[in-house]
């Protein structure tokens, strides 16, 4: 009797969903919600002393109860660091923020216990990825489960997130995808589960990759070999044909990924065609200088820490801080110096043109063209080239006094280039995981397909038939499953390596 107990009793080996069967269906344990216990740890001024205290349930596994604990202290640290000031006096707003910084610390230090107590003892490769990937619903209203990882990763602590082993889990996720339970015992359903294991989010990156190479291919030769040529007359101009469809088809499925940077030049490209449909641009078109600008954009993108991109094809310790110190001196130093002498770099090229017009202006303006003395012209030229040197010695100065490298030996690869870049280096592999680890996920130009499918669903919902979205989601795993999955298990069988 009493070995019957403890076998079934749950230990830190039980695994992520101790599903019960009752004949034929699963049954899976009720799940705690996340905002309850928020909100009571907020009345009580986040006074928790134990893991019961964050999650009382003791039916739940270990893993689960970890990764519950840290979902709910990760919302705390996120109400807190966002939490608005009310329009009190100065030195209740100094006690306030002085308040929420040691608020902040016990939160930390209660992160670091939790999630040390969770390592005291030896733990499976799935219950750490448990910890990580385990999702819990919001609320008891039916709200959508939220990810703790996706939604609490730019307040999470930075030891947390350089922590060896939640790395080391992450590196496991996008090589091996995430690990999964089926206790359905059909043989179809066992087939599908190891068509979807092949599917990693390394191997689904490469398929984006190779689709977005494409598309960057198709790009280049319509750039370079425009059929149109230089057209003035509306007789001479073609229509788009299959290589420019295919691009506008690329380019609008774009459209339908989260907002991000990488969306600017596919919207300019967008306009540059629908701007002289039905024909396509030719090369004395302005929006062919669009076209040129869009591309030059694309082919930079490459370079930065964005995905897909063939960055994540070499070794991503070295390869990633490497690409994020390089987006820093992007964004933190050449761009503000050229935003800064922007303005008087306008005015001085406009009136050194204005000072050239009889030159280079001929054909543009009305009437008899008066030359500008030839010591404006001196002055506007010497402005010019005193700015530019400006600039150019401001480039300069602040990539000297740009933090340098660090002389020690750093304890990290990702560390190589100070652990501030190590860090935001982490947190974009994260993410990166996190996009391709989304199950059943679209991306260009499959997303067209999903929007195709969505859309029936959001017509019902604007005529009050909310309840419809499990059935948009067997539908998208179906479609998922013909469309993304064959060529993603092609690429998995010949492309694999350790």
Not at 18 to 45: F, M, R, W, Y
Not at 141 to 157: C, K, N, S, T, Y
Not at 253 to 275: C, D, E, I, M
Request: aromatic content about 10%; charged content about 15%.
């Amino acid at each position: 009797m009493n070995g019957n107990d403890d076998a079934e009793r749950p230990t830190e080996r039980t695994p992520l969903l101790n599903t019960g069967h009752i004949g034929n269906i699963d049954v899976l344990p009720i799940l705690p919600c996340i905002e309850p216990l928020v909100v009571s740890q907020e009345a009580k001024d986040v006074a928790v002393s134990s893991l019961r205290d964050l999650c009382p349930d003791p039916a739940l596994s270990p893993a689960v109860r970890t990764s519950f604990s840290l979902v709910v202290l990760f919302y705390l640290r996120k109400r807190l660091i966002f939490r608005r000031q009310s329009n009190a006096d100065i030195w209740e707003q100094w006690s306030r923020e002085q308040r929420n910084i040691e608020v902040l610390g016990i939160l930390d230090n209660e992160i670091r216990s939790v999630w040390a107590g969770f390592l005291d003892v030896q733990r499976s490769d799935e219950d750490i990825q448990t910890v990580l990937w385990q999702c819990f619903p919001y609320d008891g209203e039916g709200v959508r489960a939220q990810r703790e990882f996706i939604h609490q990763l730019d307040v999470m602590p930075h030891d947390f997130l350089a922590n060896d082993i939640v790395l080391r889990s992450i590196f496991q996720t996008w090589a091996h995808g995430r690990s999964t339970t089926n206790h359905r015992s059909s043989f179809i359903a066992r087939s599908l589960g190891r068509l979807d294991v092949l599917c990693t989010p390394r191997v689904l990156h490469a398929v984006d990759l190779l689709f977005y190479m494409g598309y960057l291919v198709l790009f280049a030769y319509f750039l370079v070999f425009p059929r149109t040529g230089y057209s003035h007359s509306i007789q001479e101009r073609s229509a788009p044909d299959v290589q420019e469809i295919l691009l506008i088809v690329y380019t609008v499925s774009t459209l339908f990924q989260p907002p991000s940077g990488k969306l600017v030049p596919s919207v300019l490209v967008l306009l540059a065609f629908l701007s002289h449909l039905p024909y396509s641009p030719s090369p004395n078109d302005f929006a062919y200088g669009v076209l040129l600008f869009a591309f030059a954009w694309n082919v930079v993108g490459l370079h930065l820490p964005q995905h897909p991109s063939p960055l994540y094809l070499l070794p991503l310790s070295r390869i990633l801080p490497l690409a994020v110190l390089v987006w820093h001196g992007v964004s933190r130093v050449f761009a503000p110096v050229v935003v800064f002498f922007l303005p008087a770099l306008l005015v001085s090229l406009f009136l050194l043109s204005t000072s050239l017009s009889d030159v280079f202006l001929q054909g543009l303006t009305i009437g008899s063209l008066v030359p500008a003395p030839i010591e404006s012209r001196v002055l506007f030229l010497i402005l010019i080239s005193v700015l530019l040197i400006l600039l150019l010695c401001s480039l300069v100065m602040l990539v000297l006094v740009y933090p340098a490298l660090l002389s020690k030996i750093p304890p990290s690869p990702w560390d190589q280039y100070s652990e501030t870049i190590g860090l935001e280096a982490r947190s974009v592999f994260i993410r990166l995981v996190l996009t391709y680890a989304e199950p059943y996920s679209f991306r260009p130009p499959f997303s067209l397909v999903q929007a195709l499918v969505r859309m029936p669903i959001t017509l019902a919902s604007f005529v009050g038939r909310r309840k419809q979205d499990h059935r948009a989601d067997k539908v998208e795993r179906v479609v998922w499953r013909i469309v993304v999955a064959p060529l993603a298990c092609l690429i998995a069988i010949f492309w694999m390596w350790n």
